[in-house]
């Protein structure tokens, strides 16, 4: 057992995918040895929720508050410079193995009913490598409460070309509204991006830099990072994306965070997505890639 938890290979043709049962991370990925993800290594604790799974919501809650059907609730704040609680319960929390093959694995995990949550989820991820697809991700949240819970599933991969530094890669966006908030992180307006709207074609990322939640226009979207010698593509449904050019760790991928609802879910007037007993919510993911 390492510090990051048990270490499952997949492998499937060219593809090789690494996973550790801590926050069913995915903590290495390569296509004909090229790495796909920033790594981190097994016997670690990974930096910056690095490829994590994230519920019952993803990014952050404002000072920890919401409220369901008149009754407020306060998660603990574990991002004290935002005041917020961030990335949910399960990144940091060991999974269970319920299956696993050559080129498969499927973990399984609990959201445990507390006082600040007192909701019970059962969660799953499921790995799958395809020789000609890549890396297809498909995580599920299924609520066994007998009441209905508020839900939002979130993931934060940074994909990488190789590690080459991002000023030197190209990157391509879908066509994007860029999240304006209040300084609650009330949602306030989707506006038109104005900085992303050169990278609806392939263009030089240079000095850009973001960290930004967006709403994504289309029902499918590809991002893709192009370097030198490899391009990396992630692929969702997601109705939300959080991007983050990753000055944390020096440029070296670009994380790109499918999420089912943006920044502080809980607390938008627009959110839905409670979960009636026995209900679930999905989110899915693919990272593939090609040589250049």
Known sequence: MYLSGKEIILQKGPYEAHIVTVGAALCKLTYKGYNLVLEHDANSVANAHLNK???PWPNRIYAGNYSIDGTEYSLPINDKSSNCAIHGMLAWSLWKVKK???DKLVLTNYVVANPYY???LKAKVTYKLSKNFGLKVNIKLTNISSHKAPVAIGVHPYITSNNEKIDQCKLVLPKLYKAVFD??????ELSDCKD?????QANLIGAYQVDNCFSVAQDEYTVTLIGSKISTYL???SKYLQLYSAEKMNREGFAVEP????????????FKDYLEPHDSLKLSFI???QEN
Do not use: G, W, Y
Not at 183 to 188: T, V
Not at 259 to 270: E, L, P, R, S
């Open 53 to 55: 799974i994230l519920a």
């Open 100 to 102: 696993r093959t050559i």
């Open 118 to 120: 007192p909701f019970m």
């Open 183 to 188: 300084d609650k992180f009330i949602l306030k």
């Open 196 to 200: 992303e709207q050169k990278f609806t």
């Open 235 to 237: 692929k969702s449904n």
């Open 259 to 270: 999420m089912t609802d943006c920044v502080n879910a809980f607390n938008q007037k627009h």
């Open 287 to 289: 990272i593939s890639a």
